[in-house]
């Protein structure tokens, strides 16, 4: 069997491509065909988000950097890469590849030191930033004694896979994001009809542990695994039989929270 070259070792394979081929825009057959197809111009996009490296610095083994930067940009303004995401994840659904165990976390970035240079007459770029959503007022930065960073709030299935993804300020606090990324969860059915936004249990830390919260799964018929926390706990108990149960809790079932975990360290 041949060697492949260090550079394309993550590049999509047949199986990959077989999946991902049906899920892309089909071309418009007006004008000269292209020189690139499209599994070449979304290796070369992939090696370059992969690597974090600027666009400039893409091997020669894939189409020119302006190549690729054009396909990537179009494709994000418009709507491409989320309908290829929505085809892929209605058809792993399908294929019962998706586990409704749903597990919800958050991690902080740090923003580059470019991040603070932004122009203040944005809107007379060429291009203005984004692709389908209205760029947030913060562009989801935040300052604080650490600099600038970004935080990014997950609802990930049990396979790792990200379901829905909320950006905030760094210095933003993880339970008030927690309904707000449960409500961009939308799988979409193979077959038609509604898309499916409701997991059929939620996993969180003690970060995210409130009524509101809590109240917000149990009106939505959804399970619940969160730990209370120790002071919620101690007021519950002063008060005595007023105080209420306490929430249910398996540590057990706890364990698989893992799975964001993992995911975030995969992104």
């Known amino acids: 069997m041949p060697s492949v070259a260090a550079t394309r ?3 999509l394979t047949d199986a990959q491509w077989a999946a991902l081929e049906h899920a892309l825009p089909a071309s418009s057959g007006i ?3 292209p020189k690139w197809t499209k599994r070449q111009v979304i290796d070369g996009i992939r090696w370059r988000v992969r690597t974090g490296t600027p666009w400039r610095d893409v091997p020669e083994a894939y189409p020119p950097w302006q190549t690729l930067h054009d396909w990537f940009r179009r494709w994000q303004r418009d ?8 085809e892929l994840q209605a058809d792993a659904d399908a294929a019962g590849r998706i586990d409704w165990t749903v597990s919800v976390d958050s991690t902080v970035s740090r923003a580059h030191q470019h991040a603070a240079g932004a122009r203040r007459d944005g809107h007379l770029q060429e291009e203005p930033p984004g692709g389908l959503r209205t760029e947030p007022a913060d562009h989801g930065l935040g300052r604080s004694r650490g600099g600038l960073t970004s935080k990014t709030h997950l609802a990930c299935e049990q396979g790792r896979k990200p379901l829905a993804m909320v950006i905030t300020g760094g210095q933003r ?12 969860i939308r799988v979409k059915r193979v077959g038609g009809g509604r898309p499916r936004t409701r997991p059929e249990q939620v996993l969180a830390d003690k970060a995210y542990t409130s009524k509101g919260n809590r109240g917000h799964l149990r009106a939505r018929g959804i399970k619940e695994c969160i730990p209370s926390k120790a002071d919620q706990d101690a007021h519950r108990k002063a008060k005595g039989s007023k105080g209420g149960r306490p ?4 540590p057990v079932v706890y364990r698989q929270r ?3 975990e993992c995911g975030i360290n995969q992104l």
């Open 31 to 33: 004008g000269r065909p």
């Open 258 to 260: 893992h799975a964001v």
């Open 9 to 11: 070792r993550h590049d």
């Open 173 to 184: 606090g993880d339970s008030p994001q927690f309904i707000p990324v449960l409500r961009k």
């Open 247 to 250: 929430p249910a809790f398996n």
């Open 79 to 86: 709507g491409t890469w989320a309908k290829i995401l929505a």
